[in-house]
Nanobody, 117 residues
Framework: QVQLVESGGGLVQAGGSLRLSCAASGSTANINTFGWYRQAPGEQRERVATIYSGGVTNYPDSMKGRFTISRDNAKNTVYLQMNSLKPEDTAVYYC???????????WGQGTQVTVSS
């Protein structure tokens, strides 16, 4: 089993920055890929960023430019740096860890990010 614990959310003014963290513990050998997702009230969950085992990153076009995903393998921690935040970035942000091509797929409990105008 794998546990993912997000932290770093909170209230920030528009234009500000936040860095989210996702600490993985347990059977982390079952994970080679991490992703950040978000879900706003009444909306579907959407992908924000993905980082693969070799450090390669991928962002949906709508997320490019203001979000940066990174990982510290020694600490089993993944980060999401968010800059120039907008009120529409307000959502619960979730960390996901999975093994590509397998059934290993884990989610954290989420952390709330609120951007005020």
């Amino acid at each position: 089993q794998v546990q993912l614990v997000e932290s770093g959310g909170g209230l920030v003014q528009a234009g500000g920055s936040l860095r989210l963290s996702c600490a993985a513990s347990g059977s982390t050998a079952n994970i080679n890929t991490f992703g950040w997702y978000r879900q706003a009230p009444g909306e579907q969950r959407e992908r924000v960023a993905t980082i693969y085992s070799g450090g390669v990153t991928n962002y949906p076009d709508s997320m490019k430019g203001r979000f940066t995903i990174s990982r510290d393998n020694a600490k089993n921690t993944v980060y999401l740096q968010m800059n120039s935040l907008k009120p529409e970035d307000t959502a619960v942000y979730y960390c996901r860890g999975y093994m590509v091509g397998s059934s290993y797929d884990y989610w954290g409990q989420g952390t709330q990010v609120t951007v005020s105008s």
